[in-house]
């Protein structure tokens, strides 16, 4: 068949995403011919253990990944090697040999992001018409980038609330299921969600590189991952589940990106939110993004955000892209915003007390001595510790951070530290 391109691909990197791209490759060739004219060759794959990877067997392969990178028939990198370095190098040195390049790291774009992106922008004001696609790197198949890119360029964007980790999400589910963290953990482990060390994603930092990089890309202002307020799902207990539940909530780790004219609310947190939102809907290793925009309105985007096949498909999305002749413009100039350090939140406040009368009163007046207004007060009977649950009125989270710093010192009627938790609205 005849084609009207020829791309010849450099692939840094053949795990669990490098190994389903090159399978659908293998499998989707022709089809990508037929509709695009395109075709798709692997010319290199470089791999620190390629002769353990029966895939590879027919491929030209080196430990060696400069050799990728300099290799002069290649058109396009992907780069699927993960982490800050050698991959920040490589790209860079990619770029500056005048190659494509299409990366699923998170991690790289949300730390260093904007070198690499001036890079690009810096090539392509010299005519060199090189370009970056990274649509993987955030919510795997979802289409977010390119949304954000092309959909959502020009109006203005309020807010981005998204669901940007598989693991906690499924965590969070069997919770809600009721599963205590560990069993829910272990479940996930067992079943490919999450890794032997879950770090990384419990801590919500996966989460927040991804909410970085969209952060930017909506907010034209380059945002890092320091940037970014985050906390992790470890401290919820099933018990959290089981209130939230009463009260007509689910608990969920979201990631928000809220514009509030010249300044910008970044958090990545677990909330309880309404069991009536979209995001509540949101279950098991699903990701999903919530986008509110002047022109479009409420956009709900919902899939699978990880996984060696969907991720390895949005990879093939953006190589194609390229190989059409999109440029994918960056944003030209980088702008500043301001970073909100202290929003205004209703929070959950669920303090582990021994069962004795003056538990509350005392609770209260803490509260009360840092202006923190209480909404409603509930106990859960049980042994001790007994479960003194507070929703707060809106207050500043400084507040309540300095109050739980008093309550939890009072260790003749508090027995674990608070769990706290922001009501989303
Ligand atoms: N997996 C997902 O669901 C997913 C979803 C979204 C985004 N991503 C992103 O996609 C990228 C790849 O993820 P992955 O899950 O495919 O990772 P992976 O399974 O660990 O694959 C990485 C591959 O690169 C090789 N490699 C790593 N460092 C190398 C080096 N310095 N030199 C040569 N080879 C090296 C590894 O070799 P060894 O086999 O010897 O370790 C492995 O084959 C990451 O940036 C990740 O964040 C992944």
């Not at 919770?175 to 999450?194: S, T, V």
């Not at 927040?208 to 970014?228: N, P």
């Not at 990880?306 to 999305?317: E, H």
Request: charged share 25%.
């Amino acid at each position: 068949m005849q084609y009207k391109k020829r791309i010849r691909l450099g692939i840094l990197g053949a795990g669990t995403v490098g190994q389903s791209l090159i399978k659908i490759i293998e499998k989707e060739q022709n089809r990508i011919l037929r509709n695009h004219g395109i075709s798709i060759e692997i010319s290199k794959v470089g791999d620190r253990s390629f002769e353990k990877k029966e895939i590879l067997k027919k491929y030209n392969c080196t430990k060696n990944l400069n050799e990728v990178i300099e290799d002069k028939e290649i058109d396009i990198i992907v780069e699927l090697i993960g982490g800050i370095e050698p991959a920040r190098e490589l790209i860079i040195k990619a770029i500056e040999n005048h190659k494509s390049i299409v990366t699923a790291n998170k991690a790289l774009l949300a730390n260093h992001g904007k070198t690499i992106f001036e890079l690009i922008k810096q090539k392509q004001q010299n005519n060199i018409p090189i370009t970056i696609g990274f649509e993987a790197s955030v919510g795997g198949a979802l289409p977010i980038i390119k949304n954000l890119r092309r959909m959502w360029s020009f109006g203005n964007i309020h807010s981005l609330v998204g669901i940007l980790n598989g693991t906690c999400n499924f965590i969070i589910s069997k919770m809600e299921e009721g599963l205590e963290y560990q069993e829910a953990l272990k479940l996930a482990q067992e079943k490919g969600f999450a890794e032997a060390d879950p770090t990384f994603d419990v801590s919500g930092k996966d989460a927040g590189q991804k909410l970085a990089i969209i952060s930017s890309l909506a907010s034209g202002c380059w945002i890092e991952e320091k940037d970014i307020i985050i906390e992790g799902i470890e401290k919820i207990q099933k018990i959290d589940h089981e209130i939230a539940q009463k009260w007509g909530m689910v608990i969920r780790l979201i990631a928000i990106s809220r514009f509030y004219h010249d300044q910008l609310l970044l958090r990545v947190h677990p909330a309880l939110i309404s069991k009536n939102h979209l995001l509540a809907d949101v279950r098991n290793e699903y990701n999903a993004l919530f986008v509110e925009e002047e022109y479009s309105g409420s956009t709900f985007i919902v899939g699978k955000g990880a996984g060696g096949f969907p991720t390895a498909s949005a990879v093939l999305a953006d190589i194609v892209s390229i190989a059409s002749g999109s440029k994918n413009l960056w944003f030209q100039e980088f702008g500043s915003t301001k970073l909100i350090q202290d929003a205004d939140y209703r929070f959950y406040l669920r303090f582990q007390t021994i069962d004795k009368p003056g538990v509350l009163a005392a609770i209260s007046r803490v509260l009360a001595d840092f202006n923190i207004s209480i909404a409603s007060m509930h106990q859960e009977e049980g042994e001790e510790p007994v479960n003194v649950v507070i929703f707060t009125h809106e207050c500043k989270e400084s507040a309540i951070s300095r109050a739980l710093e008093v309550i939890n010192q009072k260790k003749e009627i508090i027995l674990a530290p608070t769990i706290v938790l922001r009501v989303f609205h």
